[in-house]
């Protein structure tokens, strides 16, 4: 079976996608679409008429590279249930990658487990015992650039591309965010409801045009 298009640039994000998150994630993106890859996740399909875990089946099929945020380990606020959604999509990656035919597009795959902690998992997750697991840390000043630097490494380590440095990356980042309310004014999108389509929309648009000045 011949491999999906764009499957070499395709990196499948997988994180928690709460309020709290959202910066980070965003970054996750933008870094993505800065080194010249292709940010994929859950939120960029919205068919009620698909199971839910088929639609990331897919994505994941489509994808050589994963972006995996253990991070939401907390109990829900409302149910006292922890959420495992985010350890069970790093299973169907890790799956898809070590059940895959010798030689095949998906034993290719390669993928990065990002944590606050280096050692935390252990708790909820021993199996991943071995993993060289990236922590980013607990201090919000700190974690953008970290997590900048973690993502783009492990896509310089794995795809072996020539890529930006982090300290780079990071001051792009932030001057897309000081210029996101003014393209979100002039596409008349309201900044605080931007669905991850619309969000991915702006930055590909924004570097494709700083680029070309």
């Given at each position: 079976?011949s491999?999906?298009?764009g499957?070499?640039d395709?990196i499948f994000?997988?994180?928690?996608f709460?309020?709290?998150?959202?910066?980070?994630?965003?970054?996750i993106?933008?870094?993505i679409q800065?080194?010249?890859?292709?940010a994929?996740?859950a939120?960029?399909e919205d068919?009620?008429?698909?199971?839910?875990?088929?639609?990331?089946i897919k994505?994941?099929?489509?994808?050589?590279?994963?972006?995996h945020d253990i991070?939401?380990?907390d109990?829900?606020?409302?149910s006292q249930?922890?959420?495992?959604?985010m350890?069970?999509?790093?299973?169907?990656?890790?799956?898809a990658?070590?059940f895959?035919?010798s030689?095949?597009y998906?034993?290719?795959?390669k993928y990065?487990v990002?944590?606050?902690?280096?050692?935390?998992?252990q708790?909820?997750?021993?199996?991943?015992?071995g993993?060289?697991?990236k922590?980013?840390g607990t201090d919000?000043s700190?974690?953008?650039a970290t997590?900048?630097q973690?993502?783009r490494d492990?896509?310089r380590?794995?795809s072996r591309r020539k890529?930006?440095g982090?300290?780079?990356l990071?001051?792009r980042?932030?001057?897309f965010?000081?210029?996101?309310?003014s393209?979100?004014s002039?596409?008349?999108?309201d900044i605080?409801?931007?669905?991850?389509?619309d969000?991915?929309?702006?930055?590909?648009g924004?570097?494709?045009e700083?680029?070309?000045?």
């Amino acid at each position: 079976m011949s491999e999906p298009i764009g499957y070499q640039d395709n990196i499948f994000i997988n994180c928690p996608f709460d309020t709290p998150y959202q910066p980070l994630f965003r970054a996750i993106v933008f870094t993505i679409q800065q080194c010249g890859f292709a940010a994929r996740c859950a939120l960029e399909e919205d068919s009620t008429g698909d199971v839910r875990i088929q639609k990331i089946i897919k994505i994941i099929d489509e994808c050589r590279y994963g972006v995996h945020d253990i991070s939401k380990a907390d109990l829900d606020e409302n149910s006292q249930l922890a959420r495992f959604n985010m350890p069970l999509e790093l299973g169907i990656f890790i799956g898809a990658h070590h059940f895959a035919p010798s030689k095949s597009y998906n034993s290719t795959k390669k993928y990065i487990v990002m944590d606050t902690e280096p050692y935390r998992y252990q708790k909820f997750i021993s199996d991943l015992g071995g993993q060289d697991i990236k922590a980013y840390g607990t201090d919000a000043s700190k974690q953008i650039a970290t997590i900048i630097q973690q993502v783009r490494d492990f896509l310089r380590t794995s795809s072996r591309r020539k890529l930006p440095g982090p300290d780079y990356l990071t001051e792009r980042y932030e001057t897309f965010l000081r210029v996101l309310p003014s393209i979100c004014s002039t596409e008349r999108l309201d900044i605080e409801k931007l669905t991850y389509l619309d969000y991915l929309t702006c930055a590909i648009g924004w570097l494709t045009e700083s680029q070309e000045q």
